[in-house]
Every structure is written in structure tokens, then in C-alpha cells.
């Protein structure tokens, strides 16, 4: 088996599926062990935040604007410095407050000494913050009384609901908080030991997904694939509908994620006993993956089949409400077209327009005379039914009259077996009838001249093939007495006049029996690709020796670069031949024969242009019938009947032949299209 083949394989794609769901489990466990470890209790035991030094450690100043919030609540609930500091023994830093007569500390800090610290944060009278680190303002400006202070939230009484109050800092407050190299040095070590941990997981997660992903991509590639052929092999879940499949996968791994969403936040929120849950969370959710990924796999398979339009039911409505659509537009067109039609061509015209006129003068003089009565109800229901009669009988002639002028359309056209039916009784049953055997009679005439056609070409083809047995044996004894010494000596002219003119019936016949065949449709074309320069070449080359004797010089414009075509490459042969062979017999002597091939719109066209030596009083689509010839005197050999072979041979080839006289010129013009930019 070849690398397409493994490629393609079952084994191939199911290593690859297993592969993928093996990854998206792995980097999945990988995350959400790491996330529990560190991050519950609402994260507070995570001191990475994914900050790239220590010294912009998030935890840090976390630490020190809690420890100056909580100073600040002490303050305002009264709580005294013992109670706060036995509250904050675990607090790994210096920190020292002091709002109006209260102060709380573990340190006798000053300004200076904070300021010399790794991580410190200060807070002066009239809300002055001075820290090295930022982010969290401590201090905040209250427009309503110019002040700067801090927002606690206040229960009101009434309703039971929560607000921040606004709190002015004394002008002698003063908050210090600080940690010192050494203070810091743990954290600093937990930080790093947590972010080689949570890079690592991070990174393996990365990889685990960029596998994923590559496999994924092959499987884009394969799936619906077999090695043995190139179709597109469905399976049953291909089936769904394109909605149902959607639905599905979000269904399934909306469930799922959320699930696990839901138990990650519990976990974070400290509920230890729900860990258990995690492992069959996770499993679950990779289920859910697995049948999500068959679920896309599947579409991908559609779409490759073509059939996504077919199985999708939206796209499906939307194109039967855009047929509908059209449908009504052309039922709407053909209703106006048919009105501007009654209204404005013929007779019909004449006669709707004076009907509806009676019709609505014997209405309006009923409704008159029954309304004086007082029978106004009678003389609109005897109106109503007068006027629906009236509407069906219009309808019904109408009709009448557009289905005969649809039938002679019909008859123009070349539909001779259509036939006229149903019709209503009356002048328009009459003329379906002639319109009927006027049809049969076309058909009948048409009949007699295929048949006519197809007996001269029987007839012309038998004597043609009747004639080679005795021209053969007259061109051969004729040949072997002009060899010979005869006596007397006019008898060895007598002999090759005889052989001359035998030769020419020869080629005569051959030339009936070729157009008869080509034109009956019996002539074999064998079609290839053909380069038109190459074929103009050798034509020429063939006719050479002719074309010298004959005193004319040929002027060629032929490419160098090949131009492809696709016909029948000894017909095409034979049309060049009889074309320069024309030439050769009608130019005038002296004068320039121009031979060209060029591509024109993605056709190749072979053009040849001469100067007749007789005056051209003939039509240029009569001149490739049979037995026709442009010299009427008939003063040179010729049959007629090498224009009508060149144009049936390359019509049968599957191009076209264009005759064109301006004067003395005469220029014959052939065109195939090039091959390879259209369909052969």
C-alpha cells in the first residue's frame, strides 16, 4: 500500500481521532488540576498572576491594599489595637495606621522605613498615596464635600438594602504598610515555584493543542476517504440534516462545558467535597468532545459530497421561498404581458373593449330601472351573474384566440406534429382544425423531401460505387495502350486522352461518393488533437510543386507556437487540399495567395484569400453548394463540388465554414475552437 493509501486507511483516521480527543483530555486535566490546586478559596492561595516579574506581583499589592482597607474599617468600627493585631497575626508584613485618635500596628513604622521596603504603600492627610507599587487606588475625591476619604457600605433601615457612604479622611491620618526583602523572600519563592509549575502546564496544554490541531487538519483531509477510489463514502450519522447536526453539538458540548464550568466554580469556591466529582466531570466532557468532533467530521463529509444544500433544511426553504418568488414574478409578468397584449394588438382588442362597453351599459340601464322600483338587491344580484357570464364567456374565447396564435407560433418554429385540442365550439374548433391538418400537410411535404434527399444520396452513392469496377479496368488498359507503340500514331493520343479523362471521372465519383456519405451522416469522423499551424504547413508543403507551376506566390502568416484543436485530422487534410486546389485552378496567374492562422476569442481561425480570374457574379452561401461553380462558362476542370466537401467535412469535424466575396477577392474563413478552453 502506498503513503495515500496508509494516509486513507481506518486504522490511519481512528489513530488520528483517538489522538485528538487523547489531547483535548490531556491538556484539559492538565488545566483544570492546575486551576484547582491554586485557585480555590477564590484564589487567594495563587501568588502567580501570569506577571513576568515578581516586583509587579499582583498578590503584593493585593496584600497591601487589603491591609490598609482593614485598618481603615477598624477605624470606623472602633475596633482597638490588641483585637486587630491578634486578628492579623498571619499578616507577613510591617503595617502601622493611625485615623484621629485611634492607632493600630505591629511596627513602629515611619515614612522613611516604608520607603526603603521591597513592596510599601502610604497614606498621608487629605488622601496623598505614595507607593511603588499601583493599580488600586486607596484614596478617592467626593466632588459634593471637596474631600478626599473612602466608601463603606451602609444598611438603611427601611428597606433593608445596601449603599456606599462616603467617609472624609482625618487631616491626621496616616497608613503604612510594607513588606522587606526578607519578609517578601517567601512569597517571592512560592511565586516562582507556582509559575514554573503553571508555565509548564501551560506550555504542555500548547503542544497537546497544536497536535490536536495537525490532526485535526489531516482528518479535514481524509475523512470520507477510502484508498481505493476518490468518492466521498458516507456513514449513517451523515444523514442528520445539516440543523440537527448543529444542534447537536451544541447540545452536547454546551451540556457538558457547562457542567464543568459549574463544578470548576464550586470547587474554587472551597467545596471540597464535590472534588470527587472531577474526574467523572472531565470524562464526561470529553465524551462530549469525541461526539462533537464526529458531529464536525460529519458536516465536513457532506460538504465534500455536495449535499450540504440537500440536508439543509434552512437553505432548502430559502430556495423554495426564492423559486416561489420567482414563480409569482413570472405569473405576474405573463398576466400584464397577456393585458398589454389584449389591449393593444388586434381585433381581440376591439371586440373585449365593445362587449365590456355593452355589457356595462345593459348594467348600469338594469340597476336604473329595477332601483326606481325600489329593487336595488335584485338589480345587483341580476347584475353580478350578468357580468360573471359574461367574464366566463370572454375568458373562454380569449383563451381559444391565445392557443391558436401559440400553435402557429408553433408551426413557424418547425413543430409539425402539434396538435390542436379542446377547443371551443364554434369558429375557433373550425380553425384548430385547419391549423391541425395544415400541420400534417407541412409534415407530409417534409416527409416526401427527406425521403426525396435520402434517395438522390442512395442513388448518387451506387452509381458512385458502381462506376470504380469498369473506371478502374478502363484507367488500367488505357494506361498500358499509351505505353505501347500503336498504329497509327493518333491512336497513342487517343489512348491517354482516353486514360485524362477517366482519371477525372474517377475523381469525380469518388468526390459524389464522399459528399454523399459526409452528408448523410454515414461518414466515420475519427477526432484528435491537431495542431492548425502544423496542418496549414503541410498543406502548403503537399501543394507546393502545383502552386509554383501555376505562377502565384503565397504569403503566410503562420505562428510558431502550436494551436491546438480537436478534429479529424485527414478530413482537415482534404479541406485544405480542395481550398489550395481552388487557388491553384482560379487565381489569377501573377497575383498573391495569403494563407494565415491566428486564435481570435479562443478560436483558431485559418483564413485564405485569393484574386479570381473571373468575374464572381455568384452568392457566397451558394458557391459551397453541390455542383456549384463560380466560373459559369465552365472553362476550367472542376466538378463543384470541392467547396461543398471542404464545408461538409469541417462542419462534421465540429467547426464552421464562411465564404466571403468583395470583388475579386475571394476568401474562405475556418474556425474551431481551441482546444483545452472549451469543452471537446
Not at 511596627?107 to 504603600?121: H, I, Q
Not at 351599459?361 to 340597476?367: C, E, G, T, Y
Not at 408553433?410 to 375557433?428: H, N, S, W
Request: hydrophobic share 45%; net charge negative.
Amino acid at each position: 500500500m502506498n503513503i495515500k493509501g496508509i494516509l486513507r486507511s481506518s486504522a490511519a483516521k481512528l489513530i488520528a481521532f483517538a489522538g485528538i480527543v487523547g489531547c483535548f483530555a490531556g491538556a484539559l486535566f492538565l488545566t483544570e488540576n492546575t486551576i484547582t490546586d491554586f485557585a480555590a478559596d477564590n484564589g487567594s492561595n495563587m501568588v502567580y498572576r501570569f506577571e513576568s516579574d515578581f516586583a509587579d506581583s499582583y498578590y503584593m499589592r493585593q496584600q497591601l491594599s487589603i491591609m490598609c482597607a482593614q485598618m481603615t474599617n477598624a477605624f470606623e468600627d472602633g475596633m482597638d489595637a490588641a483585637e486587630f493585631s491578634r486578628q492579623h497575626t498571619d499578616f507577613a508584613g510591617n503595617y502601622f495606621g493611625r485615623m484621629g485618635d485611634k492607632t493600630v500596628g505591629n511596627d513602629t513604622l515611619t515614612e522613611a522605613a516604608a520607603k526603603n521596603s521591597a513592596f510599601y504603600v502610604i497614606v498621608r492627610p487629605g488622601g496623598d498615596v505614595e507607593s511603588n507599587v499601583y493599580g488600586y487606588p486607596l484614596a478617592v475625591y467626593d466632588e459634593e464635600t471637596d474631600s478626599y476619604g473612602y466608601y463603606t457600605e451602609e444598611d438603611t433601615a427601611e428597606e433593608g438594602w445596601k449603599f456606599n457612604k462616603f467617609h472624609p479622611y482625618p487631616s491626621n491620618t496616616l497608613l503604612l504598610v510594607r513588606f522587606t526583602d526578607a519578609q517578601a523572600a517567601p512569597i517571592k519563592s512560592e511565586w516562582e515555584t507556582q509559575k514554573t509549575q503553571i508555565t509548564g502546564v501551560l506550555h504542555r496544554a500548547i503542544v497537546l493543542t497544536c497536535i490536536a490541531l495537525v490532526l485535526f487538519v489531516y482528518l479535514l483531509f481524509v475523512t470520507g476517504r477510502k484508498p481505493e477510489d476518490e468518492d466521498v463514502h458516507l456513514v449513517t450519522i451523515d444523514r442528520l440534516p445539516v440543523e440537527v447536526n448543529v444542534l447537536c453539538f451544541w447540545a452536547v458540548l454546551g451540556t457538558a462545558g457547562g457542567l464543568n464550568l459549574a463544578l470548576m466554580n464550586e470547587l474554587l469556591s472551597n467545596a471540597d467535597d464535590m472534588s470527587i466529582l472531577l474526574a467523572p466531570s472531565i470524562l464526561f466532557f470529553v465524551a462530549a468532545f469525541a461526539f462533537a468532533l464526529e458531529l464536525t467530521l460529519s458536516l465536513v463529509r457532506v460538504i465534500k459530497n455536495r449535499s450540504f444544500v440537500k440536508q439543509c433544511w434552512s437553505i432548502r426553504f430559502i430556495l423554495w421561498c426564492w423559486r416561489t418568488f420567482i414563480k409569482v414574478c413570472e405569473c405576474i409578468r405573463h398576466s400584464f404581458g397577456k393585458l398589454r397584449r389584449m389591449l393593444f394588438r388586434g381585433y381581440k382588442t376591439r371586440n373585449v373593449v365593445l362587449l365590456f362597453t355593452a355589457y356595462s351599459v345593459v348594467l348600469a340601464f338594469l340597476a336604473a330601472v329595477f332601483g326606481g322600483v325600489g329593487g336595488s338587491f335584485f338589480a345587483f344580484v341580476f347584475g353580478a351573474v350578468w357580468f360573471l357570464a359574461a367574464g366566463y364567456f370572454l375568458i373562454k374565447r380569449i383563451t381559444g384566440f391565445e392557443r391558436i396564435v401559440d400553435a402557429l407560433r408553433r408551426l413557424r418554429a418547425g413543430d409539425l406534429g402539434f396538435k390542436l385540442t379542446d377547443m371551443p365550439e364554434g369558429v375557433f374548433a373550425e380553425m384548430a382544425e385547419d391549423i391541425n391538418s395544415l400541420g400534417d400537410g407541412m409534415q407530409a411535404a417534409l416527409q416526401n423531401e427527406v425521403r426525396a434527399e435520402r434517395m438522390k444520396s442512395e442513388l448518387i452513392t451506387n452509381v458512385s460505387h458502381d462506376l470504380k469496377t469498369p473506371l478502374t479496368s478502363i484507367l488500367n488498359y488505357s494506361d498500358l495502350l499509351g505505353k505501347m507503340d500503336l498504329t497509327p500514331e493518333e491512336a497513342n493520343d487517343y489512348a491517354r486522352i482516353i486514360y485524362q479523362k477517366g482519371l477525372r471521372l474517377k475523381n469525380l465519383t469518388s468526390d459524389l461518393f464522399d459528399i454523399s456519405k459526409v452528408q448523410s451522416g454515414a461518414e466515420q469522423i475519427i477526432s484528435e488533437r491537431l495542431d492548425a499551424c502544423t496542418l496549414a504547413r503541410q498543406a502548403l508543403a503537399e501543394q507546393d510543386k502545383a502552386v509554383q507551376e501555376s505562377g502565384l506566390t503565397v504569403k503566410a502568416a503562420i505562428p510558431e507556437r502550436e494551436l491546438p484543436i480537436w478534429a479529424d485530422g485527414r478530413k482537415l487534410s482534404r479541406v485544405m487540399e480542395n481550398l489550395i486546389g481552388n487557388c491553384v485552378k482560379y487565381a489569377l496567374k501573377g497575383t498573391r495567395v495569403f494563407l494565415s492562422v491566428a486564435e481570435e476569442n479562443g478560436r483558431a481561425i485559418i483564413e485564405l484569400k485569393n484574386t479570381a480570374n473571373y468575374e464572381m457574379d455568384f452568392a457566397a452561401d451558394e458557391i459551397t453548394e453541390r455542383f456549384v461553380r463560380g466560373d459559369a462558362a465552365r472553362s476550367t476542370e472542376g466538378s463543384g463540388l470541392g467547396l461543398a466537401i471542404a464545408k461538409s467535412y469541417t462542419e462534421a469535424c465540429g467547426g464552421t465554414f464562411d465564404v466571403s466575396v468583395d470583388g475579386d477577392q475571394f476568401k474562405v474563413r475556418i474556425s474551431f475552437p481551441v482546444y483545452g478552453m472549451t469543452a471537446k
